[in-house]
């Protein structure tokens, strides 16, 4: 097969994990074909969707029970067994893609580069290190480039009228020692804090996970997620997967509000790479007011209902 | 059984990092250092584990220089039974950290490791996946809950906009994440006690394993700085400036 570019489409059987649209734009951008695998059961629709996506060449779709939860231990098997002629093998940099490439990579014998949120040249990839508080400029030498792709830097790809052809690929892999047992959704008709539009965050200054409430129905106002810091986690606000910060989530929304949230840096590194940054709070010399497109000093208590109010 | 924790020593996540003026990298001279977080959460589980008898034998391994025996110690304060120093002075990538663990498990027997799911400074979270691979057992990342009965251990994993359960057949690799546990601190008589426990040096030139990488660092760069923002004087103003000058609300 002719040089090409490898992308692992993300998806739940029935549809299309937006992040893979966003890991296309950054494939498409390397001027190679761009081939998609869908691995999964009873996936098709998937595939009719990867067809319509701009750039895409071909659809490779592998179906089978064993495929059904994508797990990385014989799905990275069955990349393997597709990676011939592939110059660079790509997937989303979530938990789909952080499990799935590393394997992939260490089959290959290469190194693999995480969280890319450039491409500087066919070698020369940027990514963040500590948390987003530095940025590396990386070069590969690897014949096959395994790389994931931080959806926040890359746009969405977008449709093409002639839709790619789709080839059944019938390679099977079994699975072996690892079973599924159970997938607990979110219950929250919140978006999810890594991809959401708009993030609000609470700190300390909520004083209890009572007042903490304000702080959801403010997010539910405005269709965003819920996020904190640390500082109210450890209080026990709220529990710990709310945590943004470098050891929570790093999230980039278009609008992140921080409310009552001092800045540490802990905290910052988590959200820095949002769009536009609110903040509120009463001391005013906090360092969330420099990173802060617009401050408010203020007492939340008072500031938070007014500011429901005013959203109507 | 024996469970090896495979730790990293890091910068401080509380300490703010600093650029190189050379872009070389990030200056780790007279910086504060700690074991990266998320390996902290792996040596509590493992202790856990021996605490409730699941598990006979806790074995810490980390690779570096001399100052790893610092973290590694502090592993052994907190209730690790043994260390293991791989000593090199060179900065490996997560592939060659995952060969020399391959042959670390196999040295010492181990029927479980547990790592971080991402060093807090490389923010790779590539080592856990590539050493399962390696060894050709079973993975569950992102651990938030763990079981262990037997030869069988389910795990729940942080998933994005979820919890997956999985069942793994030992032998077997777990990563953690942060709401597996709340690590304990070391007291005094077991930071005293870890002193004597065994620490175990072996030279990287002593593996079979070639430093060679094919990925580069070339430049490390402070990021792009947020510019000051304003401060605005009422709700009516935020909001107004939030609608019509940023126009991030709908």
Not at chain 1, 74 to 99: C, E, H, R, W
Not at chain 1, 186 to 201: D, F, I, M, Q, T
């Amino acid at each position: 097969m002719n040089m090409h570019t490898l992308v692992i489409a993300e998806h739940d059987n029935k549809q299309l994990k937006s992040a893979t649209r966003h890991t296309l734009k950054a494939a498409s951008s390397l001027n190679l074909p761009v081939i998609v695998l869908i691995a999964g059961y009873q996936c098709e629709a998937v595939a009719n969707e990867v067809a319509k996506c701009e750039g895409v060449s071909q659809v490779l779709l592998a179906e089978h029970i064993d495929y059904l939860h994508q797990f990385p231990e014989n799905i990275s098997k069955l990349v393997i067994s597709l990676v011939d002629g592939a110059s660079y093998v790509m997937a989303p940099a979530d938990t789909f893609g952080k499990q799935l490439m590393p394997r992939v990579a260490a089959l290959l014998d290469t190194e693999q580069i995480s969280d890319v949120i450039r491409i500087d040249a066919p070698d020369t990839f940027v990514r963040p290190i500590y948390a987003g508080n530095a940025l590396a400029t990386v070069k590969s030498t690897a014949a096959k480039k395994v790389l994931t792709i931080r959806s926040t830097a890359f746009p969405m790809i977008g449709e093409q009228t002639q839709s790619a052809s789709i080839s059944h690929i019938d390679v099977h892999f079994p699975l072996d020692r690892i079973q599924f047992v159970d997938l607990q959704v979110s219950e929250s008709s919140r978006p999810e804090l890594g991809n959401a539009r708009v993030v609000v965050s609470g700190g300390r200054a909520l004083q209890n996970a009572e007042n903490f409430k304000m702080i959801e129905a403010l997010a539910d106002k405005l269709g965003g997620a819920v996020g904190a810091s640390r500082a109210a986690v450890d209080a026990g606000f709220v529990p710990n997967d709310y945590q943004v910060g470098q050891t929570g989530k790093i999230v980039a929304p278009e609008l992140y509000i921080a409310i009552g949230i001092s800045g540490a840096i802990q905290h910052l590194a988590g959200m820095k790479d949002s769009k536009v940054v609110v903040a509120i709070n009463k001391d005013p010399d906090a360092p969330i007011f420099q990173v802060a497109d617009y401050g408010l000093v203020g007492d939340l208590f008072a500031l938070l209902p007014e500011l429901m109010k005013e959203l109507g | 059984m024996k469970v090896l924790v495979a730790i990293k020593r890091v910068i401080d996540p509380y300490v703010k990092i600093r650029v190189k003026q050379d872009h070389s990298g990030v200056e780790t001279q007279n910086v504060k250092m700690a074991m990266n977080p998320f390996d902290e959460i792996a040596v509590e589980e493992a202790i856990r584990l021996k605490e409730k008898g699941l598990v006979e034998e806790v074995i810490v391994v980390s690779i570096g220089d001399k100052s790893v025996q610092e973290t590694l110690r502090t592993g052994l304060a907190l209730g690790a039974d043994s260390a293991i120093h791989v000593e090199t002075d060179q900065l490996f990538s997560s592939l060659l950290i995952a060969k020399i663990l391959k042959q670390m498990v196999q040295k010492t027997g181990s029927q479980l490791i547990i790592l971080g799911k991402q060093a807090i400074d490389s923010d790779n979270a590539q080592t856990g996946s590539m050493l399962a691979a390696l060894l050709e057992w079973p993975l569950a990342s992102f651990a938030s809950k763990i079981m262990l009965q037997g030869d069988k251990c389910q795990v729940t994993c942080e998933v994005d906009g979820g919890l997956q359960t999985v069942e793994l057949t030992l032998p077997a690799v777990i990563t953690t994440d942060l709401r597996l546990n709340t690590p304990r601190y070391a007291s005094l008589p077991n930071i005293m006690k870890a002193k004597t426990k065994p620490l175990t040096v072996i030279p990287f030139n002593s593996f079979d394993i070639s430093p060679n990488m094919d990925m580069h660092t070339i430049d490390v760069s402070p990021p792009p700085v947020r510019k000051a923002g304003i401060k605005v004087a009422s709700v009516q103003e935020l909001v107004e400036k939030l609608r019509h000058e940023a126009k991030v609300l709908l």
